[in-house]
């Protein structure tokens, strides 16, 4: 599948990968199953095996909403808050079906790219943060349905991985709402 995560393509995750091949322990996780959750330190690094996560933030009435996906052959982690700040996560990612990741410690993971690649972290900081940036520029810019139509156009495969209900999490509409732009789309 394309990735969705157009910053993966700007960042070189090789090392880190063949760091979590050789020292990482392959996990099982069940649809619904936390790999990281909000206001807890990330434990762990990892790359996806089989299935895919979904990146979620808590909304003022208690549900979870989805800002972002990793799929298999994609890194998972709780970049901003675990990662770079050694601090409490504001987000979870849960599984979105049965998975599996080949892990290892965050820390350990960590320590090792700053002693082998110091300028990773900083490099993989401006590159989120420009990806960010665009997609919170790109709600302003494009209607649900432009950005509805992107996304298949781009990720046809999505909508075969992931729930309606995510993706229109996601896009920021309703399912309903999603529901009609794919009936006028016919896609």
Same mark, same amino acid.
């Given at each position: 599948?394309?990735?969705?995560?157009?910053?993966?393509?700007?960042?070189?995750?090789?090392?880190?990968?063949?760091?979590?091949?050789?020292?990482?322990?392959?996990?099982?996780?069940?649809?619904?199953?936390?790999?990281?959750?909000?206001?807890?330190?990330?434990?762990?690094?990892?790359?996806?095996?089989?299935?895919?996560?979904?990146?979620?933030?808590?909304?003022?009435?208690?549900?979870?909403?989805?800002?972002?996906?990793?799929?298999?052959?994609?890194?998972?982690?709780?970049?901003?808050?675990?990662?770079?700040?050694?601090?409490?996560?504001?987000?979870?990612?849960?599984?979105?079906?049965?998975? @599996?990741? %080949?892990?290892?410690?965050?820390?350990?993971?960590?320590?090792? +790219? *700053?002693?082998?690649?110091?300028?990773? /972290?900083?490099?993989?900081?401006?590159?989120?943060?420009?990806?960010?940036?665009?997609?919170?520029?790109?709600?302003?810019?494009?209607?649900?349905?432009?950005?509805?139509?992107?996304?298949?156009?781009?990720?046809?495969?999505?909508? @075969?991985? %992931?729930?309606?209900?995510?993706?229109?999490?996601?896009?920021? +509409? *309703?399912?309903?709402?999603?529901?009609? /732009?794919?009936?006028?789309?016919?896609?």
């Amino acid at each position: 599948m394309a990735q969705i995560n157009e910053f993966l393509n700007n960042i070189d995750f090789e090392t880190m990968r063949e760091y979590c091949m050789a020292n990482g322990n392959t996990v099982g996780y069940a649809k619904g199953d936390f790999f990281d959750e909000t206001g807890r330190i990330g434990k762990y690094v990892g790359f996806v095996k089989s299935g895919y996560f979904k990146y979620c933030v808590l909304t003022s009435k208690g549900d979870y909403a989805v800002t972002g996906f990793s799929f298999a052959d994609e890194c998972i982690m709780d970049f901003t808050q675990s990662f770079i700040f050694n601090k409490p996560s504001k987000i979870s990612i849960i599984a979105g079906c049965d998975s @599996e990741v %080949v892990q290892v410690p965050m820390r350990t993971l960590r320590d090792f +790219v *700053t002693q082998n690649n110091p300028d990773l /972290i900083p490099h993989m900081s401006a590159v989120v943060l420009e990806e960010a940036y665009g997609r919170y520029l790109h709600l302003y810019q494009e209607s649900p349905s432009d950005r509805y139509y992107e996304l298949v156009e781009k990720y046809p495969d999505v909508m @075969e991985l %992931v729930t309606l209900r995510d993706i229109a999490s996601y896009l920021l +509409v *309703t399912p309903t709402y999603l529901s009609r /732009i794919r009936k006028k789309s016919g896609k």
